[in-house]
């Protein structure tokens, strides 16, 4: 845990109070100077516990968990700040680029949370290189807005329209961002099927008792229809061969050798046995 990567990567999420605080009054330019060096110094961290970490063989979970957060939570906590301050605000569009801001933290928490829910069905969802290529951008054009103000001060001492170009750079992020999200939705839709688990799709089903009795077989391998995402899904397939599927208060099923519901979700099981709710019964 305590690796060097994972320790620049804890150190920038540490770092974001101070950030935060060196960003928080519009007219110093003082500070937002200070903010533009530790804002660069953090975006090196982001390139160097990567690159370490896979020069010394020392790649965790961890630390694959904690990158994106430190560099969401450094992202969202610069554009709230800048947002707050009036530094979004164009001489073109007006407030309109606080909405572009507002798209791209609804995108990184959106992503977040279908990461989330891949963990439980343990698919992986690597970082694309599009994705890769909306952080840097992301990063660059939010440090230019800081380094303009650090220059220019209150935007009433100088030209708003010279920080234009990394707002309108801002501006155009959530179509990046929504091309990358579009891609983990369809994984994450993906991910619900048994090819995502690198299976082929097949189950054993296992029948017990007067299951198996009704059905004159106690085991057999199927392909699982495309559309059984859940026990119940299957169960109303079976029930087109034999009505004893068609009663659900009669039937138990366990899935893996762990009893499940019928809203069980089947994607990846390799054996699935149906019984009635008392053994023999």
């Known amino acids: 845990m305590w690796s060097l990567p994972n320790l620049l990567t804890l150190s920038r999420i540490v770092t974001v109070p101070l950030l935060v605080a060196l960003l928080w009054y519009p007219g110093w330019e003082v500070g937002y100077a200070l903010g533009f060096a530790l ?4 975006g ?4 160097f516990d990567g690159y370490l970490a896979r020069a010394q063989g020392t790649v965790s979970k961890l630390g694959q968990f904690l990158d994106p957060i430190a560099d969401k939570i450094m992202i969202a906590a610069v554009i709230l700040v800048l947002a707050a301050q009036g530094v979004l605000r164009g001489p073109y569009v007006g407030d309109m680029h606080v909405i572009a801001g507002l798209i791209i933290l609804i995108r990184e928490i959106a ?11 343990q698919v992986s969802m690597p970082v694309s290189k599009l994705a890769k290529w909306k952080t840097a951008l992301q990063m660059i054009s939010l440090g230019a807005l800081i380094l303009g103000r650090a220059l220019l001060g209150d935007p009433a001492l100088g030209d708003p329209r010279a920080a234009t170009v990394p707002r309108l750079i801002v501006a155009d992020q959530p179509t990046l961002g929504r091309r990358g999200t579009d891609g983990y939705y369809r994984l994450g839709l993906s991910a619900r099927r048994p090819e995502a688990y690198g299976l082929s799709g097949v189950v054993t089903l296992l029948y017990f008792a007067k299951v198996r009795e009704a059905l004159g077989v106690g085991e057999e391998r199927i392909d699982l229809p495309d559309d059984a995402m859940t026990v119940a899904d299957l169960a109303d397939w079976l029930a ?6 068609a009663d659900r ?6 899935v893996d050798q762990v009893m499940a519901r019928f809203d069980t979700d089947i994607g990846g099981a390799k054996e699935i046995a149906f019984f009635p709710p008392v053994t023999g019964g």
């Open 44 to 47: 090196i961290t982001d390139y």
């Open 111 to 121: 992503v977040s949370g279908l990461r989330e829910f891949l963990g439980p069905l």
């Open 240 to 245: 087109n061969r034999h009505s004893i599927f």
């Open 39 to 42: 804002y660069c110094l953090m």
């Open 249 to 254: 208060d009669r039937l138990r099923v366990a």
